[in-house]
Every structure is written in structure tokens, then in C-alpha cells.
């Protein structure tokens, strides 16, 4: 069934348009004094994260989008895909590189993810908003230098590369935020 | 429901108070018309919503043409509205407006006015500085976009439309209006969007005598160049009634009076402006609603 204009639209909503599956992540209703009722909406790409914005007129449609989010638990990287394990079916399904994306960066075995199905092919994966990962290198830390600011580099146990505080030592814990990929606070493990 | 906020109320009253003053330092008259009235609207796009044997009004212009027509030639209005099926950011179905005529005006001089009500409601907010108007036409702004309006067609204007006027307004909304963020008077409109405004016909293009007063990016306020001939009346009537069955839509009642009235109408000025939206920009909100009483 088509998604009607205005009434069916709402937030999270998945539809396809140009050959992509989008997520609504606003919708306003608009309406010139003198025309037709619009529905001013935008559109992320849940492939490539573009958002793309665009006005509908009251009466159009959308197409839903044959898309699913699954829960699934990551189990390990054989060298060309990321595996993950349905814990509904036990089913195990590979993740592209391409499909991986930035997530890769934060990824830690066992995590529980959201893997993005799109005509049955995995698309992208949906991090834990917060993640904690243990530095493995950076300069050591400055005792007593307690400013905030994220002032010097730290390589994570994944590999990636973030920006940390002075005072933060190699071995420590940090809690990232894995939708800016940024420092958040140290955690005492 | 989004939480009532006294602040945003005084901010409002602040500008309802300084509205009047402007009003009442101009030589208008305040009038109050019925809610409740026989015909809503002759636009096909309102939806009115039905009240008893009548409707709840749109807007008080059928009203305010009749006290005009009766030798009133300076009055405004400040009171509630409804359209049905209008909800958001920046649209209820019931919102404030300000509507005013003056008779022998034209276009310019409401204009002017326009520029000095906001002006006092923008220093009743204690907002010292000053707002720089452009005045320009729709023609010009889409052919700075690369089209030319007099020519364009339906397919030129969007894909996706069958209608010129929807075609049109898509292409608006899409392109033009995100520009208009400064403030700005728009006017020449297509004769087709004409709604109760003369169309002059002498140019390369006909077009209606109205304008559009943006503020902040938003919709503030449409104007017109009063249509005064009866028969002239009575077309758009019948045009709009037609559009109305053409979307489904059944066509909204004729109010005799106010026909009659149009007859005897002198040279008009008048024009419509959304209270509840001047209180919002000026006060830097997101939207109407910290202006207004949350109830629903």
C-alpha cells in the first residue's frame, strides 16, 4: 500500500525513491496562501546517509520501501565480510565492507547491532549509540591537566583514531558517542 | 501538548497592544464581524470547517468588503480564524488574524504600512533594529532562478504536476521560497492566483495587483487591489467553484451580500496578516506556538 499525503507520513517512515531506500527524519506541512497543501519532507539515504529534502502535495503518494531492521549480534570479520548472527534464527549473514561503513570503527565482538536489510541485502548497521573501547596508544597523560577539550590522539582497540583529553592514559577506557564518532567521557573499568 | 508559556504571551500582548496603537494613530477604526457566517471562502484551497447552518470564517473579508461598501474607508480586524486540514510549525486551524482596508490605497502605500506596523511591534519587543524591505515581483524572482514565468510550462515548472498552478507553487516552495529570508514584498502575482485581486492585463504578462509580504522567511501577510466590479465577481466565483468540484471538493456557498457589496466597492486596498506569525519571527521562535494557548 502507497503511503498517502499527509496523512500516513511520520517520522522513520521508509520509502523508495530513484532506485534508494529513505528514512523521514522531518516533515513540516506547508502551504502557500493562495495554492495547495504541500508537505515539506526530508529524506535520509540509508545507503549512503545523503539527505535529500523535497515538497509533496497533499493527495501523492510515497512507496514504501521493502527495508527491515534487524537485531543482530556481531560475531567476526573473515577477512572480506563482517558476520553477523540473527538471535531470533540463528542465522548468519555477511555485512560488505562498503555496507559496514564508518560503524567498522567502533565495532567490538559480541556487540548488538541493527543491521539494515534492503531487498535482502544488508546496507548499513546501526551502532549502539554509546560504546566503550580501551586506548591501546597515546602519549602519556598530563596529571593534573584536567581541561575538557579533546587535545591529543588516541588509537582504540579497533583500530580507529579519536580525539581524547590530555589527562587520558593508554589502557584506559572511553565511551564514544558512535553517531559523531567522538570522545565522551573516561569510564573505570 | 506543548506547555503554555506566560512569557511568550506577554511578548504576544506586547504586539497586540502596539498593533492597535498603530491602528488608532493611523485614523482606522476597529470593527469586530461575526465568526459564524454564511460562506467561508471563495478560495478552493480553505476548508472550512462547517458550524450549525454556517461555517466558522476563514478570514473576515467578505464582512469587512461590506462595512467598506457601507462608508467605512479605513477599518481593520483583529480576530480568529479557521482552516480546517492546516496544522504545523507555522499553521493552526484556528490562528489570529489581522486584516485592514483603505480605501483610494494602492499596493505601495500597504506597503509602507505594513513596514510600519512591524516596525512598532518589533520596538514594542524592545527589538531596536531596523528591517530593510526589498520590494520585488514573482517574475523576477524566478527568472533569477532561470525562468521565465510568462512562458514556462507546466512540465518546465515540475515533473510531477498536471496543473500550472500546482506546478507552479512546487517549484516555489522547492526553490524560491527557502531564498526569501530576508524581508521582502512580493508581488505581481499570476493572474491565475489572483483570488479577489484586479488583474492587469497592459503588460507582457497579466497579472494580479497582489503582493506577499515575507518576514523572517515566513508567510506574513497577502494584499490586494480590491476586486470592485460585480460581474468580475462573480466569474471568480463561478471559476473557483469549478476547481472546487474539479479537486472533489464541494463549492463553497455564494454570500449574496457580500457580491452585492463588491458592486459598490470604491478603489481598495486591502490586506490579510497572521498575527500569531509576526509575534513568532519578531520573538525568534521556531513556530507559532509558544504565542499561543495549547488546548487541543
Not at chain 1, 116 to 130: A, D, H, N, Q, R
Not at chain 1, 166 to 179: A, K, P, V
Not at chain 2, 21 to 35: I, N, R
Request: with cysteine; aromatic share 10%; charged share 25%.
Amino acid at each position: 500500500m502507497a503511503y498517502q499525503i499527509p496523512s500516513d507520513i511520520r517520522n522513520g517512515l521508509k520509502v523508495e525513491m530513484e532506485g534508494y531506500p529513505w528514512e523521514i527524519v522531518y516533515f513540516q506541512f506547508v502551504k502557500p496562501g493562495k495554492g495547495t497543501a504541500f508537505t515539506r519532507m526530508k529524506f535520509k539515504n540509508l545507503i549512503n546517509g545523503r539527505v535529500n529534502e523535497g515538497n509533496y502535495r497533499t493527495g501523492e503518494t510515497l512507496e514504501p520501501a521493502d527495508i527491515e531492521t534487524l537485531e543482530m549480534q556481531y560475531l567476526y570479520n573473515d577477512g572480506e565480510n563482517f558476520l553477523f548472527m540473527n538471535q531470533e534464527s540463528f542465522e548468519q549473514i555477511p555485512v560488505s565492507q562498503a555496507a559496514m561503513g564508518e560503524s567498522k570503527n567502533f565495532l567490538v565482538d559480541e556487540m548488538m547491532c541493527r543491521v539494515i536489510v534492503y531487498k535482502g541485502t544488508p546496507v548499513s548497521v546501526e551502532l549502539p549509540t554509546f560504546v566503550e573501547l580501551q586506548i591501546t596508544y597515546t602519549e602519556p597523560g598530563v596529571r593534573g591537566n584536567t581541561a575538557q577539550g579533546t587535545n591529543k590522539q588516541a588509537i582504540l582497540s579497533t583500530g580507529a583514531s579519536v580525539g581524547v583529553p590530555l589527562f587520558i592514559d593508554q589502557g584506559e577506557w572511553i565511551r564514544i558517542d558512535t553517531r559523531t564518532g567522538e570522545y565522551v567521557e573516561r569510564v573505570k573499568k | 501538548m506543548n506547555a503554555l508559556s506566560p512569557e511568550g504571551l506577554r511578548q504576544r500582548a506586547r504586539v497586540l497592544a502596539a498593533v492597535r496603537a498603530w491602528f488608532a494613530d493611523h485614523g482606522y477604526l476597529e470593527v469586530q464581524t461575526p465568526v459564524l457566517v454564511p460562506s467561508p471562502a471563495m478560495e478552493p484551497h480553505l476548508y472550512a470547517l462547517p458550524c450549525e447552518d454556517g461555517f466558522l470564517r476563514t478570514s473576515p473579508e467578505f464582512a469587512l468588503k461590506r462595512v467598506v461598501s457601507a462608508g467605512l474607508p479605513r477599518v481593520y480586524e483583529l480576530g480568529p480564524c479557521f482552516r480546517g486540514r492546516e496544522s504545523g510549525l507555522w499553521h493552526g486551524r484556528e490562528f489570529a488574524m489581522l486584516e485592514w482596508y483603505r480605501v483610494g490605497a494602492g499596493l505601495d502605500d500597504l506597503m509602507d504600512e505594513v513596514e510600519g506596523i512591524v516596525a512598532s511591534a518589533a520596538a514594542a519587543l524592545g527589538r531596536t533594529e531596523t528591517f530593510s524591505w526589498r520590494r520585488t515581483q514573482v517574475r523576477t524572482l524566478f527568472s533569477e532562478a532561470g525562468i521565465d514565468l510568462a512562458t514556462a510550462t507546466v512540465s518546465e515548472l515540475s515533473s510531477r504536476d498536471s496543473t500550472w498552478d500546482d506546478a507552479f507553487f512546487r517549484r516555489w516552495l522547492d526553490r524560491i521560497e527557502p531564498t526569501l529570508t530576508d524581508p521582502v514584498f512580493v508581488s505581481d502575482w499570476p493572474a491565475s492566483q489572483a483570488a479577489l485581486a484586479q488583474v492587469r492585463t497592459d503588460g507582457d504578462w497579466p497579472v494580479a495587483q497582489r503582493f506577499e509580504a515575507y518576514l523572517g522567511g515566513v508567510e506574513l501577510a497577502n494584499a490586494f487591489l480590491e476586486l470592485n466590479q460585480r460581474e468580475a465577481q462573480e466569474l471568480r466565483i463561478a471559476e473557483a467553484a469549478a476547481t472546487r468540484t474539479s479537486i472533489g471538493e464541494t463549492p463553497h456557498p455564494v454570500d449574496a451580500a457580500f457580491v452585492e457589496a463588491v458592486g459598490r466597492l470604491p478603489t481598495t486596498a486591502g490586506i490579510a496578516l497572521g498575527i500569531d506569525r509576526l509575534v513568532a519571527v519578531l520573538c525568534g521562535w521556531p513556530g507559532i506556538e509558544p504565542g499561543r494557548i495549547p488546548v487541543f
